[in-house]
């Protein structure tokens, strides 16, 4: 789980205000988060397939967002990836 300041803190450093948590920078941060968290338990829980399941779940949406980030705007999609250290 995500605590709340650690969610506060992706929102201030990714949206474009204090309460701006429906930019898909936001969600692509809060997902990133919690695909890095779900992955660690999925390290020490290898049988745990519901996890498992709800991490694929959570990379597709990412990837979905990224997607419409790259057809609106490419800039936009540059800086999240580069902050994020999604690719290479």
Do not use: C, W
Request: charged share 35%; aromatic share 4%.
């Amino acid at each position: 789980m995500i605590s709340k300041e650690e969610k506060q803190g992706l929102i201030t450093q990714f949206g474009k205000g204090a309460s701006d948590t429906g930019t898909a920078e936001v969600q692509i941060a809060i997902f990133s988060k919690r695909i890095s968290e779900l992955t660690g338990h999925l390290q020490k829980h290898p049988k745990d397939h519901s996890t498992r399941r709800g991490l694929i779940k959570l990379v597709g949406k990412r990837r979905r967002l990224l997607n419409y980030l790259i057809e609106k705007d490419i800039e936009r999609y540059r800086k999240v990836i580069s902050e994020l250290g999604i690719r290479k």
